[in-house]
T-cell receptor, first 115, second 118 residues
Framework: AQSVTQPDIHITVSEGASLELRCNYS??????LFWYVQSPGQGLQLLLK??????LVQGIKGFEAEFKRSQSSFNLRKPSVHWSDAAEYFC?????????????FGTGTRLQVTL | GAVVSQHPSWVICKSGTSVKIECRSL??????MFWYRQFPKQSLMLMAT?????????EQGVEKDKFLINHASLTLSTLTVTSAHPEDSSFYIC??????????????FGPGTRLTVL
């Protein structure tokens, strides 16, 4: 069964600083990988996704992620964080189980941005 | 594009009553929708997979008689919490699966429904 590990529960960065959120996955085949962001009391918004092709994926709000098969990682990066980026970030891997493609989520990383 | 709505956004009910939550894909058709539950400061827990025109598939440990799911059309799935109790209080989130040109699935999420059972 697939699994996702987000080693950092909570990260604090200063506004304008760079950001990297870690994600490691376990999956037998080529994974479909996702990053979602959740603001308090809200649903999840898709930041970016990787299915195949270029291992560096660009997303919305200036985020990017790099798929590294050798390290089983899909880390999320942003060169300059804005105060509005403070939220909970979830990494997820999609696995085929019959007719439904389920997502397995990591435990999330809470990002705090200091001014 | 790929907008998913949920209604209501929050609901308070008395113990023993039933509550229905609607999930709609507004600008695309979704053969498959998913229902999740999220506890405070925790990740999402998949409850069930809802397929249009067929019975939902429930995850292990989820009571299907308590959490009734109906996927009546390609744009609407409903979750009914029957005989709700305080322990059912939670944040319920749905998602709808959009099939891409390469055959890949992407889930788009609704804004969630906060259920409080008194």
């Amino acid at each position: 069964a697939q699994s996702v590990t987000q080693p950092d529960i909570h990260i604090t960065v200063s506004e304008g600083a760079s950001l990297e959120l870690r994600c490691n996955y376990s999956y037998g085949a080529t994974p479909y990988l996702f990053w979602y962001v959740q603001s308090p009391g809200q649903g999840l918004q898709l930041l970016l996704k990787y299915f195949s092709g270029d291992t560096l994926v660009q997303g919305i709000k200036g985020f990017e992620a790099e798929f590294k098969r050798s390290q089983s990682s899909f880390n999320l990066r942003k060169p300059s964080v804005h105060w509005s980026d403070a939220a909970e970030y979830f990494c997820a891997v999609e696995g085929d189980t019959g007719t439904a493609s389920k997502l397995t989520f990591g435990t999330g990383t809470r990002l705090q941005v200091t001014l | 594009g790929a907008v998913v709505s949920q209604h209501p956004s929050w609901v308070i009910c008395k113990s023993g009553t039933s509550v229905k939550i609607e999930c709609r894909s507004l600008d695309f058709q979704a053969t498959t929708m998913f229902w999740y539950r999220q506890f405070p400061k925790q990740s999402l827990m998949l409850m069930a997979t809802s397929n249009e025109g067929s019975k939902a598939t429930y995850e292990q440990g989820v009571e299907k008689d308590k959490f009734l799911i109906n996927h009546a059309s390609l744009t609407l799935s409903t979750l009914t919490v029957t005989s709700a109790h305080p322990e059912d209080s939670s944040f319920y989130i749905c998602s709808a699966s959009l099939l891409g040109l390469a055959g890949e699935d992407t889930q788009y999420f609704g804004p969630g429904t906060r259920l409080t059972v008194l």
